[in-house]
């Protein structure tokens, strides 16, 4: 499996697949987020870089709860 593969599945697990691809989409000047940006990105750090948490409905302490869960799983 992708780490692609692996982080779209992990969203959908945690279910905020399309609550990520929005506040990145909105976050980054209408770029959809694609496999070729997650291999320019870093794995670890991807979530805490992808778009400003504080701006989007769920807040910072759901994206800070999301970006540890994605950091412990990828350990």
């Known amino acids: 499996m992708s780490g692609y593969t692996k982080f779209r599945e ?3 697990n945690e279910g905020c697949e399309a609550a990520f691809d929005r506040a990145f989409y909105q ?3 209408c770029t959809a987020f ?3 940006l997650w291999e ?7 979530i805490g870089h992808a778009f400003e948490w504080s701006a989007t409905p769920e807040g910072r302490a759901f994206w800070l709860t999301i970006d540890r869960k994605w950091f412990k799983l990828i350990k």
Not at 40 to 46: I, P, T
């Open 10 to 12: 992990f969203l959908r």
């Open 34 to 36: 694609d496999e070729s």
């Open 40 to 46: 320019a990105g870093n794995a670890e750090c991807f």
């Open 27 to 29: 976050y980054n000047d």
